[in-house]
T-cell receptor, first 114, second 113 residues
Framework: GAVVSQHPSWVICKSGTSVKIECRSL??????MFWYRQFPKQSLMLMAT?????????EQGVEKDKFLINHASLTLSTLTVTSAHPEDSSFYIC??????????FGPGTRLTVL | AQSVSQHNHHVILSEAASLELGCNYS??????LFWYVQYPGQHLQLLLK??????LVKGIKGFEAEFIKSKFSFNLRKPSVQWSDTAEYFC???????????FGKGTRLHILP
């Protein structure tokens, strides 16, 4: 299947700093990528839909000024958590959609905010 | 409202037992259906998917699922489980005109050796 990578896999930062997470589709082009958040022992919650060359669409309750999404190319989307706080600590997962409408998921990024 | 319901949060089976994980969805319109698996310490992987055609779909590792439209169900089955099937399984749905995938809460499967 298609491969999606995320970088970094684990990041620890101080409260108030910003963290950027990259999501790349390695062997296909993805006009649409998705960002999810997964809490321990819970399902994935969609945060936003990232479309190449346009603004991201955020789900209700997700602060767009806090979670900045940039989909600069057909293989790269970035999520920046601005002014991170401990409650932002979570597992962030991206996915990329292929032309056949199947989503492939990245391995996730574990963010810990001290 | 669009939703996916997985009936069992935690299932424990012995090796060679048969498996069926329930999934029901609520969605207005034509849907695509998915089962994803997350092995311990690994990321989500697609197990199988249904878009159209034969409602009985076969996936990797001997898994299959049956789409029953009248029951809004997409149950996952495997006739004989192995210890390596220990993982968390997520049922998911999206509308055929919708980008967003909605996930169920997951079923944690433990297989006893």
């Amino acid at each position: 299947g298609a491969v999606v990578s995320q970088h970094p896999s684990w990041v620890i930062c101080k409260s108030g700093t910003s963290v950027k997470i990259e999501c790349r589709s390695l062997d296909f082009q993805a006009t649409t990528m998705f960002w999810y958040r997964q809490f321990p022992k819970q399902s994935l919650m969609l945060m936003a839909t990232s479309n190449e060359g346009s603004k991201a669409t955020y789900e209700q309750g997700v602060e767009k000024d806090k979670f900045l999404i940039n989909h600069a190319s057909l293989t790269l989307s970035t999520l920046t958590v601005t002014s991170a706080h401990p409650e932002d600590s979570s597992f962030y997962i991206c996915s990329a959609r292929t032309r056949t409408d199947t989503q492939y998921f990245g391995p996730g990024t574990r963010l810990t905010v001290l | 409202a669009q939703s996916v319901s997985q009936h069992n949060h935690h299932v424990i089976l012995s090796e060679a037992a048969s498996l069926e994980l329930g999934c029901n969805y609520s969605y207005g319109g034509t849907v695509n259906l998915f089962w994803y698996v997350q092995y311990p310490g690994q990321h989500l992987q697609l197990l199988l998917k249904y878009f159209s055609g034969d409602p009985l779909v076969k996936g990797i590792k001997g898994f299959e699922a049956e789409f029953i439209k009248s029951k809004f169900s997409f149950n996952l089955r495997k006739p004989s489980v192995q210890w390596s099937d220990t993982a968390e399984y997520f049922c998911a749905v999206n509308g055929q005109r919708d980008d967003k995938i909605i996930f169920g809460k997951g079923t944690r499967l433990h297989i006893l050796p």
